[in-house]
């Protein structure tokens, strides 16, 4: 390369703007899907029939995304400019739509569910309407209890479409940085991981992923994206591993805090999905708590006792 090209390569690299919001994808929950039946087909223990129950479930929340996307139903709230865009607002303010969105839900997965499984639906169909949203706030909230674990995965189902019919609304303009950089800048869950971008020109740029609103969010791969700290991170994974989640799954530890999140190479995983890969992974987190480091990020379909 010649230095006058090296000097227009440096100059485009240093006007580049690095975007730092992407809007979840129109066909993200069938391409979660997808993911969920590459892992499962991968699978050998009990835990392939959980992963392929979840490409089956969605699979409906797809149905029902392209059933109420662009459609007047579903408003934005109106918010203080100090709040990010989407908060318990969005459920509070929709609540025949959220209740619709159940029983539409319930229609499509009916014939797929078990005994135990119809039971839980039962009781949450038994809900009077204001019980069944101040459930939805709870767990939006992650302050859903023992007893009321059962009802986790529907509720963030229903919660997932809701809040990403809500982001597809969004004009970047509208979202800001936030100072919990792990927290989503659009509806303020816990990050429930991240992935490196893997080509282009946003390569090795680490972003966080939403479980709920599924926005991405970039932030500084050189920081903990819980304290912030920039000193002493370390990178952990199962070296040596043939399979498909663990080969491009890693934690980003930080002795600060002692936490750590997981993050997903696409280089070396183009499909990987911060919620899916992260339910196929789970023997990293075993090994990181046998090291007693702390997880965090929240994934709607894990449910921790």
């Known amino acids: 390369m010649h230095l006058q090209d090296a000097r227009i390569n440096n100059q485009q690299k240093e006007f580049f703007e690095i975007p730092f919001w992407f809007q979840p994808d129109d066909h993200m929950f069938n391409l979660r899907a997808d993911r969920f039946e590459q892992l499962a087909a991968e699978e050998t223990s009990d835990w392939h029939k959980y992963l392929t129950f979840l ?34 607002l969005l459920i509070t303010s929709h609540s025949p739509l959220i209740n619709h969105l159940f029983n539409e839900l319930y229609t499509l997965l009916e014939q797929q569910l078990s005994p135990t499984a119809i039971q839980v639906w039962r009781e949450l169909r038994q809900l009077e309407q204001q019980e069944l949203i101040q459930l939805c706030v709870k767990a939006f909230n992650q302050q859903i209890n023992l007893a009321q674990q059962d009802y986790t995965v529907w509720i963030n189902a229903v919660l997932q479409i809701i809040y990403t019919l809500a982001a597809k609304k969004l004009a970047k303009e509208q979202i800001k940085p936030i100072a919990n950089i792990g927290y989503c800048p659009c509806c303020g869950t816990d990050a429930v991981g991240s992935v490196i971008i893997g080509r282009g020109n946003l390569e090795g740029l680490r972003y966080l992923q939403c479980g709920i609103c599924n926005s991405r969010w970039h932030s500084i791969r050189a920081h903990c994206s819980f304290c912030d700290s920039s000193h002493n991170l370390t990178i952990q994974n ?68």
């Open 55 to 88: 490409a089956n479930l969605c699979r409906a929340q797809q149905i029902l995304f392209d059933r109420h996307n662009n459609q007047q139903a579903l408003t934005l709230p109106q918010t203080d400019h100090e709040e990010r865009p989407l908060s318990t």
């Open 238 to 305: 199962i070296e040596h591993t043939s399979e498909a989640a663990l080969a491009g799954a890693e934690a980003e530890c930080c002795p600060n805090c002692q936490s750590y999140r997981k993050r997903y190479r696409l280089a070396k995983q183009q499909y990987a999905d911060p919620i899916a890969d992260d339910l196929a992974s789970l023997a990293l987190d075993i090994m990181l708590s046998e090291e007693q480091w702390r997880r965090g990020g929240a994934n709607p379909f894990l449910i921790m006792t």
